[in-house]
């Protein structure tokens, strides 16, 4: 049974940064594919960043060049790096996780198989 685990979510003025971890347990391996999405009140969830089957990072347009994704294998962690956050970041944010995932379903929250509760990102203007 996977169960992923994120933390780290808090209110922060514009421009500031944070940095969200989720952590893995149960059965996923380093070729696993990780991704983050977010999910703001009354709007659909949508792909922030994913690390696809442990290699190639892939971002959503509207965080690349402030966000960076990565991952530990050895604590089975992944990370958000979040700067220059803005009040439209203002979200829930999941992590996700998938064993089977082809590249052209990354960007899809329906193709992930596990995911987090969610940790809440306040941005304020």
């Known amino acids: 049974q996977v169960q992923l685990v994120e933390s780290g979510g808090g209110l922060v003025q514009a421009g500031g940064s944070l940095r969200l971890s989720c952590a893995v347990s149960?059965?996923?391996?380093?070729?696993?594919?990780m991704a983050w999405f977010r999910q703001a009140p009354g709007k659909e969830r949508e792909f922030v960043a994913a690390i696809f089957r442990g290699s190639r990072s892939y971002y959503g347009d509207s965080v690349k060049g402030r966000f960076t994704i990565s991952r530990d294998n050895a604590k089975k962690t992944v990370f958000l790096q979040m700067n220059s956050l803005k009040p439209e970041d203002t979200a829930l944010y999941y992590c996700?996780?998938?064993?089977?995932?082809?590249?052209?379903?990354?960007?899809?929250?329906?193709?992930?198989?596990?995911w987090g509760q969610g940790t809440q990102v306040t941005v304020s203007s």
């Open positions: 149960g059965g996923t391996s380093s070729t696993s594919t």
């Open positions: 996700a996780l998938d064993n089977r995932l082809i590249l052209s379903s990354l960007r899809g929250p329906i193709h992930y198989d596990y």
